[in-house]
């Protein structure tokens, strides 16, 4: 099961404990600042991303809502304490894949993550599937001569990797 986590928090003796434990099944990247994390999130195939809310707390929010304007199909798994409370539920509002509350059993933990990059890459599958299909569809309108609606099944396709498609216009060549 090879994929990329990506765990983002401060506190450097956690982040290394659980990147031990991840290190037999994923490779794992840490950073410490959010920011870095949009950045690789972005550039790299990042399949999930685990945010240290009780660190992080605004600025984790903020990652998950740039994330979730991103489109990507990185599943994110926050951590809190149950003192904040409201920033799990806001996580959670946002799309987080799940939400641990400290401390966790790391075979717990572990077993979160596999769950989550199972959904990752499911989705990624399923859209580059779409996509596939989308430009299956968009060849056969170019070979009967509709290459306008070629162009723009294919255009569209693009612009929806989310996988809502949109059909060609009516009476066009």
Do not use: C, W, Y
Request: glycine fraction near 6%; avoid cysteine; charge should be negative.
């Amino acid at each position: 099961m090879s994929g990329k986590v990506l765990l983002v928090g401060r506190d450097t003796p956690q982040m290394e404990l659980m990147r031990t434990r991840l290190d037999r099944e994923f490779e794992v990247l840490t950073l410490a600042e959010p920011e870095d994390a949009l950045a690789e999130a972005s550039q790299s195939d990042v399949d999930v991303m685990v945010l240290n809310i009780r660190e992080l707390m605004t600025e984790g929010i903020e990652v998950l809502r740039k994330l979730h304007s991103m489109d990507t199909s990185i599943e994110v798994i926050t951590l809190n304490i149950p003192s904040a409370l409201r920033f799990s539920i806001e996580s959670m509002k946002l799309g987080a894949f799940d939400d641990l509350t400290m401390p966790f059993d790391l075979d717990e933990f572990a077993h979160k993550i596999r769950k989550a990059f199972h959904k990752a890459r499911t989705g990624k599958k399923g859209a580059f599937r779409r996509r596939l299909e989308d430009l299956a569809v968009s060849v056969a309108f170019a070979e009967a001569g509709a290459f306008d609606n070629s162009v723009e099944i294919s255009h569209n396709s693009k612009k929806t990797s989310s996988g809502s498609r949109q059909g060609p216009k009516q009476g066009g060549s």
